[in-house]
């Protein structure tokens, strides 16, 4: 199982960016799908952001990021980054990496959550 550590948030002027970072561990972090999840509040379901294969040909994105998010991976380094541009307020949540089922494009988280990584997005 990949275990994973999230960084990089933090507060931004709407327009603005940022770059999110998850360390990641376990044997088989280079053969597993990985991705971002957000999630705006306690009461609301985590809501996918975007994955990639594991070799990182392959990119999905969730509808609400789609031309302004970019996620990537580092399989020598154990890192997957999320750069985040022309964010919005609706942006605001805590952030999630986690490694994703097959098929990709269903977005489903299958490991344990880390503890996230608060981003805030100000008018």
């Known amino acids: 199982q990949v275990r994973v550590e999230e960084s990089g948030g933090g507060s931004v002027q709407a327009g603005g960016s940022l770059r999110l970072s998850c360390a990641a561990s376990?044997?088989?972090?280079?053969?597993?799908?990985m991705g971002w999840f957000r999630q705006a509040a306690p009461t609301k379901e985590r809501e996918f952001v975007a994955?990639?294969?594991?070799?990182?040909?392959?990119?999905h994105y969730g509808e609400t990021v789609k031309g302004r998010f970019t996620v990537s991976r580092d399989n020598a380094k154990n890192t997957v980054d999320l750069q985040m541009n022309d964010m919005k307020p609706e942006d605001t949540a805590i952030y999630y990496c986690?490694?994703?089922?097959?098929?990709?494009?269903?977005?489903?988280?299958?490991?344990?959550w880390g503890q996230g990584t608060q981003v805030t997005v100000s008018e």
């Open positions: 986690n490694s994703i089922g097959d098929p990709l494009e269903a977005g489903i988280a299958t490991g344990a």
């Open positions: 376990g044997p088989r972090f280079a053969r597993t799908q």
């Open positions: 994955g990639l294969s594991w070799t990182g040909a392959i990119t």
